[in-house]
Nanobody
Framework: QVQLVESGGGLVQPGGSLRLACAAP????????IAWFRQAPGKEREGVSC????????YYADSVKGRFTISRDNAKNTVYLQMNSLKPEDTAVYYC?????????????????WGQGTQVTVSS
């Protein structure tokens, strides 16, 4: 069983930045597609971005394109989500997810393994 651990959430003002991290103690993340999802109260879980292990190709939802950057550090076995120019509508619980099948997907049903989530609040 792959365990994913998110960190880096918090409270930030509009226009600010945060960097989320997703670690997997005991597992090699570069064997998996890793994605970030978010869920705001009363809304469905939304795919934000994903990165594939084979060539580090990435994919972004239109709502975050140009503001968020996903990356992986294989030496640290960690995937990051750098979030810039944050808006109040980015407020949500952010989850990382992993799957061994090599496909860029932002569909939640695709992913076999999930973390517990980290809260991001964008507010003045």
């Amino acid at each position: 069983q792959v365990q994913l651990v998110e960190s880096g959430g918090g409270l930030v003002q509009p226009g600010g930045s945060l960097r989320l991290a997703c670690a997997a103690p005991g597992f090699t993340l570069n064997s998996y597609v890793i994605a970030w999802f978010r869920q705001a109260p009363g809304k469905e879980r939304e795919g934000v971005s994903c990165i594939i292990s084979s060539d580090s190709s990435t994919y972004y939802a239109d709502s975050v394109k140009g503001r968020f950057t996903i990356s992986r550090d294989n030496a640290k076995n960690t995937v990051y989500l750098q979030m810039n120019s944050l808006k109040p509508e980015d407020t949500a619980v952010y989850y990382c997810a992993a799957d061994p099948r090599p496909s860029l997907s932002l569909l939640a049903v695709w992913y076999a393994y999930w973390g517990q989530g980290t809260q991001v609040t964008v507010s003045s």
